[in-house]
């Protein structure tokens, strides 16, 4: 009995001895089947010891085993405390565990939807990444051309510059030279006629003493007929003078206003430079923020909730796009106002070119450069208005996709139907321009082709009436020729060419008056006459006014048509010894 309490004692003291050296290399499963176990044990060893051992309580050892089995009863319940405090160590153990377990599976959920979330925004990343690279190139396929349209714009205007300080110089030149030739041309053959007009006249003086008295006032009245017109035309001629000091001084101002022109160009190529440096700026400000979305999608600490960031960044691409289609928009809008003052200055240009040719002939090749430019602009305003058009559809398409709830959308949407309504705007306007211009491009055919005939025409009867006026009998002396370079001022070697030649209004008295009478040539029949232009004897039949088919089409030219007549009847009587010949002159048109 001894033996078996000794035993059972000790075999629980060594199993609660290796449960307690097992416990931190076994598992709590493991553990806690084994802590059962030896509390089994125990409690049947305790509950099947009275039985077996009666015999403990009898002879002299009872009280050693009594005191011996109060130990091991201590010992037990030693050890059943130790067991309980195991197993409530144990459920606690288990508690800790399911907790662990579902903040396991929490946080694995979690990290799945972060997952997903960075998913959905590494693509929304990779989109945009895509669009800001196609809009940067975009952005640099406008500027390169913008470039080359500026390089063009500025080697036109070079051209244009050349060509207009050329003909500004040559034209206003050699306008002066013609017009001052022209002058002391007309002088001299007036001067010439003046002389064998008096040398005429001295001989008819010397031929007809014996004539009667009435034939030597008509003679003295035509004399001083023809002294009149001579001084009308002097003065005709100083009032050409001071029209010539007028047109230059007109010229210098044109030349002026060329100037201010080219300065204006000037500073709208600053301007364009300005413009081009705008969109380096905005192409430099989209590579930043391209570099700083790549950053963005990089750093993991700026992760959020998937659904508040999936949100967060289509707001935030709404927004994206709303300042770029504004940027656009602005872009763009520049670009119009830009084009429509080229158009409208180069309109300007070819209306004074236009209206210079009426007056001069005008530079084929400037016109051409101009046409070509006039071109070029046209063809900028329909190239951006089809990328307007494009743009437009894009945005429609846009308009499409539902907001999702964003409160940008509407925004968005308010701000595209603004930019189409502009775009409506822009359209009509460039409409009206083209109408316009083509009605001002069809006045200025009709009042350039109306210059022309009426230069056609006024170059024909002048032409009629240099002949007519050429072939008048000179009915004056060579005395004066000292006097009319006084009056004028002007002595030169060389004959000056008109630019019009003026005519003189004879009388149709007048010249019956100064023409001889049958009579005369009756008693001079045996004198040989001489075979020069004095033996000639016009009638020409002058009316005051101009009819409407010689009307001149311009303003300008209504002084002109004051002082001269309409040609009604041009015929020319030559008498000589043998027979009466009428010629009708032919005029021929410049």
């Known amino acids: 009995t001894k033996y078996k309490v000794s035993v059972g004692k000790w075999g629980v003291v060594a199993w609660l001895r290796f449960s307690l050296c097992a416990r931190g290399s076994l598992s709590s499963f493991q553990y806690l089947c084994c802590v059962s176990l030896g509390v089994a044990t ?39 405390k130790i067991g309980s405090a195991l197993l409530t160590q144990n459920t606690h153990l288990a508690k800790e565990l399911d907790d662990t377990r579902e ?7 979690k990290l799945e939807q972060e997952l997903h979330s960075t998913r959905m925004k590494l693509e929304c990343s990779i989109e945009t990444e895509k669009g800001l690279g196609a809009d940067l190139e975009r952005a640099t396929d406008q500027l390169a051309k913008s470039k080359k349209e500026c390089s063009s714009y500025r080697a036109a205007l070079q051209k244009l510059q050349a060509a207009l300080d050329e003909k500004d110089n040559t034209s206003s030149d050699q306008a002066l030279k013609a017009d001052n030739e022209k002058l002391q041309k007309q002088i001299r053959r007036l001067e010439e006629q003046l002389c064998e007009s008096r040398q005429m006249n001295e001989r008819l003086l010397a031929h007809n003493t014996s004539s009667s008295a009435s034939s030597h006032e008509a003679l003295e009245s035509s004399r001083i007929v023809f002294e009149q017109e001579v001084q009308l035309v002097i003065e005709q001629l100083h009032k050409e003078i001071a029209e010539l000091k007028a047109e230059k001084e007109e010229i210098s101002q044109r030349l002026g206003e060329t100037e201010e022109r080219l300065k204006a160009t000037l500073t709208d190529l600053s301007e364009q430079k300005t413009l081009l440096q705008n969109q380096e700026d905005e192409s430099a400000e989209l590579r930043a923020q391209l570099e700083r979305l790549q950053m963005e999608q990089l750093d993991p600490k700026r992760r959020g909730n998937s659904l508040f960031s999936e949100v967060e960044d289509r707001r935030l691409k709404q927004e994206r796009e ?25 309109r300007n240009q070819m209306a004074m070119i236009l209206a210079t040719v009426s007056t001069k002939k005008a530079d084929v090749r400037q016109l051409r450069l101009l046409q070509e430019s006039l071109t070029s602009a046209n063809a900028e305003i329909s190239r951006l208005t089809g990328a307007l058009a494009r743009q437009t559809n894009e945005r429609t398409s846009q308009n499409d996709i539902p907001s999702d709830g964003n409160p940008l959308a509407g925004v968005l949407k308010m701000e595209t139907l603004r930019v189409t309504k502009l775009e409506k705007e822009r359209a009509a306007l460039l409409k009206s321009i083209a109408e316009r211009q083509m009605r001002e491009d069809r006045l200025l055919r009709e009042t350039h082709e109306a210059a022309l005939k009426a230069e056609a025409l006024e170059a024909q009867l002048l032409k009629a009436m240099v002949r007519k006026s050429e072939e008048q009998p000179l009915s004056a002396g060579s005395v004066q020729t000292t006097e009319v370079y006084e009056d004028l001022g002007m002595v030169e070697e060389k004959p000056p060419v008109l630019r019009e030649v003026i005519p003189m209004q004879p009388n149709t ?19 040989t006459e001489p075979k020069s232009r004095s033996g000639t004897q016009p009638k020409v039949k002058f009316e005051e006014g101009c009819s409407k088919e010689n009307e001149p089409h311009t303003e300008t030219d209504g002084k002109k048509s004051k002082r001269r007549g309409t040609l009604v009847e041009p015929s020319l009587q030559v008498r000589n010894s043998e027979k009466l010949v009428t010629d009708i002159p032919q005029c021929k048109q410049q």
């Open 42 to 80: 125990t409690c049947c060893v305790l509950s099947v010891g009275p039985f077996l051992f009666p015999v403990i309580e009898c002879g002299g050892m009872g009280e050693d085993l009594r005191a011996r089995v109060h130990q091991l009863e201590a010992d037990v319940e030693q050890a059943a």
């Open 509 to 527: 008295q007048t010249i019956q008056a100064s023409a001889p009478k049958p009579a005369d040539r009756s008693t001079d029949s045996g004198e």
């Open 103 to 109: 903040r396991y599976v929490a946080k694995v959920e």
């Open 322 to 346: 709303l300042l770029s289609l504004r940027t656009r928009f602005r872009a763009l809008h520049e670009n119009e106002r830009f084009l429509k003052e080229e158009v409208r200055r180069t």
